[in-house]
């Protein structure tokens, strides 16, 4: 077993990249799957409308159900919809449903819209019984007002970057956002995670993403790598992470390894400062 000590803290992680397709909702549940596995508890907010991080955490998300939009839109508290995910007691998801869609418009007329979600979620944490050590909020890619409640909701923001041709490119929209959010919405948000995924070793192009994305950012980069694997890719059709799907497949331990990463540069960071 991995010896890991979590803060005591909640860590409340925004997953976003405004690029479809990079492992946002990939690296969302299995990161948090790899948290739940080490004991911690997990609440995944699914803020995007294709529900794919609830399918991946096997959690029910038809349209009647009771989902992020009732939250977002009708002030439904979040302990109302939230769902346990049958993979882990510990692994709960607030899911999403095709209602969300329309949200991103709904939102634009509504009071405080920046700040629903931080609303709900500071409510739902103050009164909760069990401790929830981190919450990972799966965001749509767009920079909408969705993925701006999200931010405005977040202490951190983990970055996945595909190790593909124009890893960086939409990247200084990005943080030309995020400074924006810091400045009016929520000074808290720190950019404190970039995870390289769907790495494959065997090309040039990827090590030279991999170099280039570290020379950007030597602090904020995780050590650990997600290969490009295909146990990955097949866990959500089987409603599971990786984690559970197959636990010894090499995407399964990078996630657990980046999940351990995540803990300890924090612990490290905080023993820093004391
Ligand atoms: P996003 O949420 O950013 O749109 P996804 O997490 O849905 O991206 O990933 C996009 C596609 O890439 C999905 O089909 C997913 O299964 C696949 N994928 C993500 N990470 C990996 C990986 N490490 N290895 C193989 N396929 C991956
Ligand atoms: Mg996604």
């Not at 004991?39 to 991946?56: C, F």
């Not at 559970?244 to 905080?270: C, F, K, P």
């Amino acid at each position: 077993a991995t010896d890991v000590v979590l803060s005591g803290r909640t860590r409340v992680f925004t997953v976003s990249n405004q690029k479809g397709g990079v492992g946002k909702t990939t690296t969302a549940v299995n990161i948090a799957a790899a948290f739940a596995d080490l004991g911690a508890r997990v609440l995944v907010i699914d803020l995007d409308p294709q529900g794919n991080a609830s399918t991946a955490l096997g959690v029910p998300h038809s349209a009647e159900t009771p989902s992020v939009y009732d939250v977002l839109i009708d002030e439904f508290p979040l302990a109302d919809i939230i769902q346990t995910s049958p993979e882990s007691p510990n692994l709960l998801c607030a899911p999403s449903t095709i209602h969300l869609a329309g949200a991103e418009i709904e939102l634009v007329s509504q009071v405080a819209r920046e700040h629903r979600l931080r609303t709900a979620l500071d409510e739902y944490l103050a009164n909760v019984q069990d401790h929830i050590d981190f919450v990972i909020v799966d965001c749509p890619p767009s920079l909408g007002l969705l993925t701006i409640n999200a931010f405005t909701a977040a202490t951190e923001l983990l970055i996945p970057i595909q190790c593909e041709y124009y890893a960086l490119e939409g990247l200084s929209q990005l943080l030309g956002t995020v400074r924006m959010i810091q400045k009016h919405l929520n000074p808290r948000l720190s950019l404190s995670t970039i995870l390289l995924t769907m790495y494959d070793g065997r090309t040039r192009l990827a090590q030279q993403v991999a170099d280039e994305v570290r020379e950007h950012f030597p602090q904020e980069v995780l050590q650990t790598l997600i290969p490009r694997s295909v146990r990955v890719s097949e866990a959500p059709s089987f409603g599971q992470t990786v984690i559970a799907y197959d636990g010894q497949s090499a995407g399964a331990i990078a996630y657990r390894e980046a999940a351990v990463e995540i803990i300890r540069r924090d612990s490290a960071l905080n023993e820093g400062r004391a």
